[in-house]
């Protein structure tokens, strides 16, 4: 009886500093994300950073949740999405880090196979068809490349 009290106490124990340990982590990326933030958004990239076709992943404190996106370049226009296939929760760069499909036209789920348009976002291939990644507001100032928050409800986005 005495040894599974102590192990539940050191089970919650545990519990309790990963707990800890994970908000710390949360309030230091925003702290991060304030500081590398102004009016419009994160600046995630210079505006000739990115070659035409590339792709660069960064993340963003929305609300209460963090998301993990990507900018991509569609021939000098810049649109964000989140990092998530639109198919099951899964992020589209899997296990390569690489978001592009053979050719480089389009954005390509490495898990399902699902093709996205560059421009829209919009699934034109796979078990999504139809269906958009979540896009995210992109503003070029002063040569960066700025990008927000969505408006609205992010559980869809974060869970």
């Given amino acids: 009886m005495a ?9 919650l124990a545990l519990y309790l500093i990963g707990l800890a340990i994970h908000r710390w982590i949360f309030r230091r990326d925003r ?6 933030s102004r ?7 210079r505006a000739g950073e990115l070659q035409p ?4 992943k960064f993340w963003l404190i929305c609300q209460k949740y963090r ?12 649109h964000a999405y989140v990092n998530r296939c639109r198919h099951m929760p899964t992020p589209l760069d899997f ?10 036209r389009f954005l390509q789920c490495y898990t399902h196979g699902a093709l996205y348009e560059f421009s829209t976002g919009e699934c034109i291939a796979g078990p999504c068809k139809g ?7 992109v503003t070029v100032d002063r040569g960066d490349v700025l990008v927000g928050c969505p408006a609205g409800d ?3 986005m974060a869970e």
């Fill in 131 to 137: 269906e958009s990644l979540y896009r995210l507001p």
């Fill in 31 to 36: 702290q991060r994300m304030l500081a590398e």
């Fill in 39 to 45: 009016m419009g958004g994160r600046v995630v990239a």
């Fill in 53 to 56: 076709g590339a792709v660069k």
């Fill in 154 to 156: 992010l559980r869809p």
């Fill in 95 to 104: 296990v390569r880090n690489e978001f592009l499909s053979d050719d480089g």
């Fill in 3 to 11: 040894v599974t009290i102590y192990l539940s106490l050191a089970f």
């Fill in 67 to 78: 998301l993990d996106a990507f900018l991509v370049n569609d021939q000098g226009h810049y």
